[in-house]
Structures are given as C-alpha cells and as structure tokens.
C-alpha cells in the first residue's frame, strides 16, 4: 500500500464540537479472508481512514486514531487494487456505525445503539487486481412505493442483468424506495441479484422525514446501507459519493433545498488531500447541481465544490432525482473554474415515469419518461483518468440510441409542417446529428427545445381512450433537452422511402436509427 503523509489530527470540527472519544483500530491486509486481524497479516500503510468529517492515514503498522462523538460512522477509504468483503445483500461492508445510544425516535427505527466503542475497529482490505480499464453500473431512482413497484423494478431491470460480468460494482443513485423506508431491506435483497457489490447512496425518499435535523435524516438509511458520505478507490479513479438533500429546507424549515452541510464539504476537503491529480474524481449525489431551476440548490454549496475540485483536471459527476435524463455543463459563469467544463450526467432512471404508462409484453409499466427518454440504466467505463457513458434502454438491444418519430405517409408533392424526429437520449444540444432519406446527401438536423412529439402520442391515448387503460397515465411531458428536428421530404417518386438518423455523442461514437414514411398521390 502506498505511503501517505499524515495530517495534523483535528479534535474539534468547525460547527460541531464532539463529546470527545477516540476511535483506534487497524487497517490490515486479511490474507486468508476470514475477516479477522491474524497475527501474522500485514497492517496497511497509508490507507486514508475517516469518521465522517476528518481523514487520517494510517502509520507504517496499518493503526489509525480518529476522534468519534456520540454519532459517527467510521469508514476505510478503500484503496485501488484492494477490495472490501460484502455481505449476503453484496453491500460493501467498509463501514463501523457508532451511535452508543442509537438513534433518537423515529417512525423507521434508524439505528440500534451500538453501545461502547470496541477497543479497537479494524477494516480487513484483500488484494484483488484492478484494472485501468473497468464498467460501473448505474442505477438512477429505483423508487418503488410498493411490492408491485419492486416487483417490476426486480422484472425489469435486475432480471435482465443479473449474472452480468465484467462488472466491477454497482450504484444506485439515491432514491432506492419511495418513502418507506421499510423497503430497504426488500430493495437490498433485489439488487444482491445482480451478483456484484453494490453502492447506494441516498434520495430525498430515503430519508427520515421525522428528523429533527438534517444530519439526523439518514439515521434509518445508515442502518441499512452505512454512511451516507463516504468515498473509495477504484483504479485510477476516487469515488465520493454525497448526501445533497438538506432537510428540513432552512430556508423555510419545510420540504427540503439540494446542498450540503458544512461538516460533508468538510469531509470532501480533507478526503481530497490524499488524492492525486492524476486520478478521475468521480462525485455521485442525488440532486443535480443545476441552478437555472429556481432555488433547487444552494448556490454557496455548489462553489465551495467547484472550489475544492478546482485543481483536479479530469472530474465527472453524476445524480438522477428530476426522471429526465440530460447532460448539463458548469463553466465560469456557474462558477467552475477548470480548463475544462466541469459534467455532470443527469442520468435517467430505472423506474422510469415512477412506474406508469401502458404495460408491455411482460404485463410492466413502459414507464417512458417526460422527456421522452424510455426507462433504463447506465455504463460508466473509467479508463486511466478518462470516462464514456452509455445508456441501455431496459428491453433494447444496447445500440438504441435514438427514437424517431415522423409521419407514416405523406401526400407527395404537397408541402407538409410534419417533420422528422430524433430523440437521442444521452444527447447534447451541441452534438452532431444529421440524416437522409434513401442513399442522399446526409444533412444537419436542428436542435429543437419541445416537448418529444411521441411522448405526447402516448399522453393522447390516455386522454382519448373510450375504455380504461391498465396501469396508470404518465406525467405530461416536459422540454426535452436531447430533440432534433429535420423537413420530411414530400417531392421524392410515390412509394417507401428510407429516413437515416446518426448522432455522434460527448465521446465521439455515432449511433443511427432507421425508419420508413411512404408518398402517396394525395387524394
């Protein structure tokens, strides 16, 4: 393990003064597995070790000593070319709660006090090779509100990936249930059949909205997944995933604003002390940064992150939280101020429009989102320091990219306001998409800001249906940020005629979707 420097050991955090303890324990290298510090096993040098707020690297001999209070998740930084062990869930188990006398009172129970501390919490790391080139799978708001919402996200979603390889972990990107926080355990034992270790991290309905503070809003969250901040290596990349959700709002002390407290942003300072700027920082949380939408984030937050990533050249952030999918940029105007712009993917969920729209072959809600992007999850492949994403639509073969929608015949020769569609999901407005028809001259398609045209087909069917429809309607469409219009032809000979769209993305790979319209003699 790779040597690190020491930092000065702070005993009082800004904003929070602890009823003081101290933690000490082992960072070690559990060469047989078994989970306990044998007398022979190595301890792990310069292994980054925190309680939630500072960090610390452990001496020569793997020991750490941090200060605790009466709430504190204690958590190894998980160095590349080690893992952690997993549980029965295939949660990572990096994590020791301490909370002596548990969680204060609430509807969801949060945590069973953990009495003394131990007189020493190790963490057990065991070598395994990590390569510079990996996939993570993202999930974004699995959502279910109940066993018939779980039970589609397990039928469509996790049957088809179960058993996937060349996966080297999960993540769910907030929003594991829908207010009941009982399903936890049931949504734990259905991402466990994916067969890989799996990272949660938490959504404005995973909290305890009878928290008496924000930071006690993840009281039943930690009991089922561990801290709610947190961070681990994986290659050439550090990880940092965030709570953003401050509850309640402290504007108003009602609802909830993204943001962060300044013990998390703390945590984030003193973790990137021991990262390389050589190394992809990967953030996730679950609100979008965005600040064009009124008040959804507080804008002191945001800067104070740009600030600490400042130095950091390759940086990627993902969230989910809006059920649309788009990608958005941060520059100078915003506040970052890298060399380059700083992304986050704002990535589309696996429960789509929150399980409704009509139901396909298998008896599921399509669950088409208000963008129009249809419901699925995401590939996030880490090369070195460098990053792509793709976007499987549950169902598709994984090169569906685009969703065309046009007239199905035109009357030839007559001049027509219809037009083509693309819908291309993971979409930029500055990407490249053009089309043809037959074997002609390929030609730029407009980026356009309306509602995806074939969304709206699917709203009207509801509206106009003379019977009930199974399942539920879904919410009105939205602007999608991902559409692109070009003129249909009408002056081409009478019959078929082939409509070509490609669109090259973010990292330069062009992707095309065909179609048909037919002319017809107008009558």
Not at 405 to 422: D, E, L, M, N, Y
Not at 491 to 499: F, Q
């Amino acid at each position: 393990m790779k040597k690190i420097t020491l930092v000065p050991l702070m005993l009082v955090s800004a904003g929070m003064l602890y009823a003081q303890s101290t933690v000490t324990g082992y960072v070690y290298n559990d060469a047989n597995g078994n989970g306990k510090r044998d007398r022979r096993e190595q301890g792990g040098a310069g292994v980054a070790v925190s309680n939630g707020i500072q960090v610390v690297a452990t001496g020569a001999d793997g020991r750490y000593e941090l200060p605790v209070g009466d709430d504190n998740v204690i958590f190894v930084v998980k160095p590349a070319g080690y893992t952690v062990p997993v549980d029965e869930n295939n949660l990572p188990k990096f994590y020791y709660i301490h909370k002596p006398n548990g969680s204060p009172q609430l509807k969801y129970g949060g945590v069973a006090p953990t009495g003394p501390l131990p007189k020493s919490v190790d963490f057990p790391l065991i070598e395994k090779q990590e390569p510079a080139e990996f996939t993570v799978l993202i999930f974004g708001d699995p959502q279910p509100y109940t066993d018939e919402d779980m039970e589609n996200f397990n039928r469509a979603v996790v049957a088809e990936v179960k058993g996937i390889q060349n996966i080297a972990f999960g993540l769910s990107l907030g929003d594991l249930v829908g207010d009941n926080l009982s399903m936890h355990k049931p949504y734990l034992k259905t991402t466990a059949q994916v067969g890989v270790p799996w990272y949660n991290l938490m959504g404005n309905h995973d909290m305890d909205y009878d928290a008496a503070a924000d930071s006690l809003a993840d009281e039943t969250f930690e009991a089922s997944f561990g801290p709610a901040n947190y961070s681990f290596n994986y290659g050439n990349a550090h990880f940092i995933i965030l709570d953003d959700i401050l509850y309640p709002d402290p504007r108003d002390q009602k609802g909830y604003w993204g943001g962060f407290r300044k013990s998390q942003l703390d945590f984030v300072e003193n973790d990137l002390k021991y990262v390389g700027k050589d190394k992809l920082v990967v953030l996730a949380f679950h609100i979008p940064l965005l600040h064009e939408d009124e008040g959804s984030f507080r804008d002191s937050d945001r800067q104070r992150l740009f600030d600490l990533l400042r130095e950091y050249p390759n940086v990627f952030s993902m969230s989910a939280h809006t059920h649309l999918q788009r990608q958005n940029f941060y520059g100078k105007e915003d506040g970052w101020q890298g060399d380059k712009p700083f992304h986050e993917y704002n990535a589309g969920t696996t429960s789509g429009d929150w399980y409704s729209g009509e139901l396909n072959e298998q008896g599921v809600p399509v669950s088409t989102m208000r963008d129009g992007t249809p419901k699925g999850y995401a590939f996030l492949t880490i090369k070195g320091n460098q990053y792509t994403v793709d976007y499987k639509v549950v169902g598709q073969p994984k090169d569906v990219q685009l969703k065309l929608f046009h007239p199905k015949v035109v009357a030839r020769g007559r001049g027509t306001q219809s037009g083509i569609f693309a819908n291309f999901f993971m979409g930029y407005k500055d990407d490249r998409v053009e089309y043809r028809i037959d074997d002609g001259a390929w030609k730029p398609m407009s980026h356009v800001e309306a509602p995806d045209p074939d969304f709206v087909g699917s709203l009207y069917r509801w509206d106009t249906t003379d019977e009930l429809m199974p399942g539920r309607r879904p919410s009105n469409a939205v602007i999608s940020t991902h559409l692109w219009r070009g003129d249909i032809p009408a002056n081409l000979p009478v019959g078929e005629h082939r409509i070509e769209v490609r669109a090259t993305d973010l990292f330069g790979r062009t992707f095309i979707q065909q179609s048909t319209y037919r002319l017809v003699d107008p009558l």
